[in-house]
């Protein structure tokens, strides 16, 4: 049973509300937070080199962060860590303002963790929810698909042992080949045969921890054929200092002001993978969602964070989808999963030596291939050639911004605004006729039905008459009535307008007026009863013989037939 506490202090600390931890349910949350500190330890130090963070702060990402969201949190089964995206984000920020694992470029990752965190902390206690709303399914999947591709071009130098800029610096055959000859051969094998092993360990789905098995079975591999002492690439000596929390060097305001942009997006991306799993872990626990938790949790896990020497954090969805099948029955799972991770930082890290970087880059590039669907591509376009234009814009300006790919991202939103503001602003007005099957009210011109009268002009708008709509409305009744010198009334069909404002009332006025010049008048059908009683609280009904309500599509036909 639940400890009972006041609601207000349950609110702050939802840990606990927890159910009274039981004998089987701590075995449960046991094995699952092993099993999901066997994927988080690799995950996090390959993350870390994504990022391009010293190794081991991968490990300060993975202890305190995971502590303080799952306290906080309403979802506190999350698989909380760094990630592949918000690691591309942050290495994507800094690249113009440091060298990748110098002290500059560590101290700015702490200041940018500080920043995503403090801008969650503010949008979780002023309950911006509905910033969520903004990333719409295309502008998320362009950016993540891009995002899945340059992450995976990243692991390339780790996999071959050249850097980009050496490819790119290619003029000439003589000049590729003499590269080719160079690339690291063994740490090609890893990576392949180490990508081999990751997809079909994924296909198998078993509940080993396969990751840390096959990273085992390369580091044992390496060990044995002295890959590292021979010159190749491998994870080396963690340098692991667990300290107390405390805040960075101050960069001065000018670098403070360059990273607002970029945490800002790092807030509201990496909250949008949060909101995935937090929804599926709700959904499957039949409970409620309280996304400005989240918010607050996830906040101050980034904040926690960059406090401990990390980097900004996020929710996994492949390790919360690990720990819900594994078993974990409370948020006393990602507690055991952030001990075994400590452990490990103390006294396990010497096991970790002789892995290959070539097998962590493999273990990455296997981990975001399920970010790349071609298909939903084909899919959206047959379904929205406009958003599937929207996805496609954010996906290649990601790309071409890159390392800014916060502009794919604000480039996506600007055109999904645009989209929204063009479909605001040119509202569906048709013409209705009686449907004989049922008797209801449909587009004369698409059923090909009769007027209901030939001295009324039957309009429906499906939109809110407001701003956006009331002048597109006014202007379609004034040019169909001057197409038709007989009409004497108006019918707006109003069951599907869902909001009315100044602007809106003003619009029917014209149109009541305009109507009453040709003796007719406006009739008003199926309007929603909070509009009609601002209607008639403002006198606009008070004349039957101007303005009429009439409250359902049977009433309407019946009385405008009889005109």
Not at 410 to 426: C, D, I, S, T
Not at 529 to 544: A, I, T, V, Y
Request: aromatic content about 8%; proline content about 6%.
């Amino acid at each position: 049973m639940p400890i009972h506490l006041p609601s207000s202090l349950r609110h702050l600390l939802p840990c606990l509300g927890w159910p009274r931890p039981t004998a089987q349910s701590l075995q449960q949350d046991v094995f699952a937070g092993m099993t999901v500190g066997l994927m988080l330890i690799p995950q996090a130090v390959a993350y870390a080199a994504l990022a391009g963070m010293p190794l081991e702060t991968g490990l300060y990402a993975a202890i305190v962060p995971l502590v303080v969201a799952t306290l906080l949190a309403s979802s506190p089964r999350l698989g909380v860590g760094p990630s592949a995206l918000t690691s591309l984000m942050v290495s994507s920020a800094l690249l113009p303002m440091a060298l990748p694992g110098s002290a500059d470029w560590i101290t700015l990752a702490v200041w940018l963790a500080l920043l995503a965190g403090l801008a969650q902390l503010c949008m979780g206690l002023f309950r911006l929810d509905w910033l969520l709303n903004v990333v719409t399914s295309p502008v998320l999947n362009g950016f993540t698909q891009a995002g899945a591709l340059l992450i995976m071009a990243s692991q390339v130098p780790n996999i071959t042992g050249i850097a980009w800029q050496q490819w790119g610096a290619v003029t000439h055959f003589d000049a590729f080949l003499a590269l080719w000859l160079a690339m690291d051969t063994e740490g090609l094998q890893y990576g392949l045969i180490g990508i081999a092993a990751f997809v079909l360990a994924r296909r198998l789905g078993s509940r080993i921890p396969s990751a840390m098995l096959i990273l085992a079975i390369g580091a044992v591999v390496s060990a044995w054929t002295d890959y590292g002492a021979r010159g190749g690439a491998v994870i080396g000596d963690l340098h692991v200092r667990l300290h107390a929390l405390a805040l960075p060097g101050w960069i001065g305001w000018p670098l403070l002001g360059q990273l607002l942009v970029p945490a800002l997006v790092i807030a509201l991306m990496s909250f949008v993978e949060v909101a995935a799993s937090a929804k599926k872990e709700h959904e499957r626990a039949g409970t409620n969602w309280v996304p400005h938790q989240d918010w607050i949790a996830q906040g101050m896990a980034k904040i926690g964070s960059g406090l401990s020497g990390g980097f900004a954090t996020s929710a996994s969805f492949s390790r919360s989808a690990v720990n819900l099948y594994a078993g974990a029955v409370s948020g006393w799972s990602v507690l055991f999963t952030s001990l075994f991770v400590l452990a490990t930082a103390l006294w396990l890290t010497p096991l970790l030596y002789h892995v290959p970087l070539a097998l962590l880059g493999a273990l990455v590039i296997t981990a975001v291939s399920n970010l790349l669907r071609p298909s939903w591509f084909r899919k959206l376009w047959a379904f929205s050639r406009t958003e599937m234009l929207i996805a496609l814009l954010t996906f290649t300006i990601t790309l071409l911004a890159s390392p800014r790919i916060y502009w794919g991202v604000l480039a996506g939103l600007l055109a999904n605004l645009a989209y929204f503001m063009y479909q605001r602003l040119h509202p569906r007005i048709i013409e209705v006729g009686v449907f004989p099957a049922d008797g209801r009210l449909r587009d004369r011109h698409l059923w090909e039905l009769s007027p209901l009268s030939e001295q009324v002009l039957s309009l429906r708008m499906d939109a809110p008459l407001d701003f956006a709509s009331a002048s597109v409305l006014e202007n379609r009744v004034v040019q169909l009535l001057e197409q038709r010198p007989q009409t004497r009334h108006v019918c707006l069909v109003a069951s599907s307008i869902t909001g009315l404002d100044a602007t809106g009332m003003e619009t029917l006025q014209h149109i009541r007026d305009r109507v009453q010049q040709r003796g007719g008048t406006l009739f008003l059908s199926g309007m929603k009863l909070p509009m009609e009683l601002r209607l008639r609280d403002s006198g606009f009904c008070n004349d039957p013989e101007r303005v009429r309500l009439l409250p359902t599509d049977a009433e309407t036909v019946q009385v405008l037939r009889q005109l």
